[in-house]
Each structure stands twice: as structure tokens, then as C-alpha cells.
């Protein structure tokens, strides 16, 4: 398994202005994900973030809204920009790791109010 | 829409009883993973089963994979007040080697009264 942790955990922000979410993993990991998790909903996949490439985004989710940095194999950060009420969310990382690369963990998630 | 259906919505139960979800999908798999969030929190991994399984058991824990149905369950067992939490499936369909894309499920709420 993995141990990731976010910051920060919750939020609560203006709208018009941009939050920085990081995500800090405990060992190498090719891959990693940022999802969206509006109240009461399921999770959304917003974008793959693979150490050395663009990250890559799902349909509804732009690059200037949400722009990803992977600077190494342990973290990255996910930018919420120009910030509307429609944006409160939980937001969390996740990643892939084992033998078999297969399972997909989870960070702890911030929780996100947009006022 | 790729999400996945699963049922019940909402899931009240007595501890000591047992408490099924069920969990349906669209298209082909490789693998379907079960999480469980506890109050908004992050997701916990709870179990993988790949799709050449039938069936996997891990604690109080049993999941089934039926491919011709795209279904799956979660079974789990003599429950207890602190399972109460919310379960999603996630499938992963990905067709690229190296990559993998989960599509979660609509969630059953389960709720474990003492």
C-alpha cells in the first residue's frame, strides 16, 4: 500500500481567487490521479498526472481550470482557478502502486467550500 | 454516462446482520476494486478482484464478479457499527498497458445500528 497525505485537508475560499492542493506520497509512483467529489455525488476523474508527461485530462475538465504539476515520483498538486461556488468539493489524490500495478489508493481528500 | 449503477441507494441494518451491495457496469473490465469513505473522508481500498475471478473473501469480506452480467456484490458479514460508511465499486477499463482509468459506482450508504 501507499500513504498519501494532502493539504490541505479543508478550505474555505472566496470566489475569483485560485487554491494550490498538494499531495505528498511516501514512495515512487508512476502514476497518480486527482478526482472531484461534489456533495453527495460520486467521484469524478478530473486528470492523470504521469511523472514525465502532460497530464491528461477527462472530458469537462480543462488544463486552465485545473492546472497539475508533477515535479517528481512523490508529489504533486492540483490548482483549482478562478474559484466559483460550484467548485466546493472533496478533492483527492490517489495512485497506483504494488507488484502488480493494479490497486488504487487514496489520499485523505480536501474538502473545499467556495463562498 | 460510463458511472456505474449500484444498489441499494441506502442500506439500514442491525449489527450482527449480514448487509449486500451490488454494483453493475457497462463495459468490459480488468478489474473491479470496492472502497470504502467514512463521512466525506478519503477512500479505503477494500478489495480487488480481477476480471478471471469469480469470487474473493478477505476478513468479514466476500465479493463476487459475474462478467456476463457486469455485476459484482459485496457481501459483508456479521456487521458492526463502525462498517457504517459509505461503499462505491470502481471498475478499471483501461486498454492502454501501463495506464488505468477507474469509473466509480453511485455508492450504497450503509447505516449499522447497535
Known amino acids: 500500500s501507499a500513504v498519501i497525505s494532502q493539504k490541505p485537508s479543508r478550505d474555505i475560499c472566496q470566489r475569483g481567487t485560485s487554491l494550490t492542493i498538494q499531495c505528498q506520497v511516501d514512495?515512487?509512483?508512476?502514476?497518480m490521479f486527482w478526482y472531484r467529489q461534489q456533495p453527495g455525488q460520486s467521484l469524478t476523474l478530473i486528470a492523470t498526472?504521469?511523472?514525465?508527461?502532460?497530464?491528461?485530462?477527462e472530458s469537462g475538465f480543462v488544463i486552465d481550470k485545473f492546472p497539475i504539476s508533477r515535479p517528481n515520483l512523490t508529489f504533486s498538486t492540483l490548482t483549482v482557478s478562478n474559484m466559483s461556488p460550484e467548485d466546493s468539493s472533496i478533492y483527492l489524490c490517489?495512485?497506483?502502486?504494488?507488484?502488480?500495478?493494479?490497486?488504487?489508493?487514496f489520499g485523505p481528500g480536501t474538502r473545499l467550500l467556495v463562498l | 454516462s460510463q458511472q456505474g449503477e449500484e444498489d441499494p441507494q441506502a442500506l439500514s441494518i442491525q449489527e450482527g446482520e449480514n448487509a449486500t451491495m451490488n454494483c453493475s457496469y457497462k463495459t468490459s473490465i480488468n478489474n473491479l476494486q470496492w472502497y470504502r469513505q467514512n463521512s466525506g473522508r478519503g477512500l479505503v481500498h477494500l478489495i480487488l478482484i480481477r476480471s478471471n475471478e469469480r469470487e474473493k473473501h478477505s476478513g468479514r469480506l466476500r465479493v463476487t464478479l459475474d462478467t456476463s452480467k457486469k455485476s459484482s456484490s459485496l457481501l459483508i458479514t456479521a456487521s458492526r457499527a463502525a462498517d457504517t460508511a459509505s461503499y462505491f465499486c470502481a471498475t478499471d477499463a483501461s486498454r492502454n498497458t501501463g495506464f488505468q482509468k477507474l469509473v466509480f459506482g453511485t455508492g450504497t450508504r450503509l447505516l449499522v445500528s447497535p
Open positions: 514512495s515512487q509512483v508512476t502514476m
Open positions: 490517489s495512485v497506483v502502486t504494488g507488484a502488480s500495478q493494479e490497486t488504487q489508493y
Open positions: 498526472a504521469n511523472q514525465g508527461s502532460e497530464a491528461t485530462y
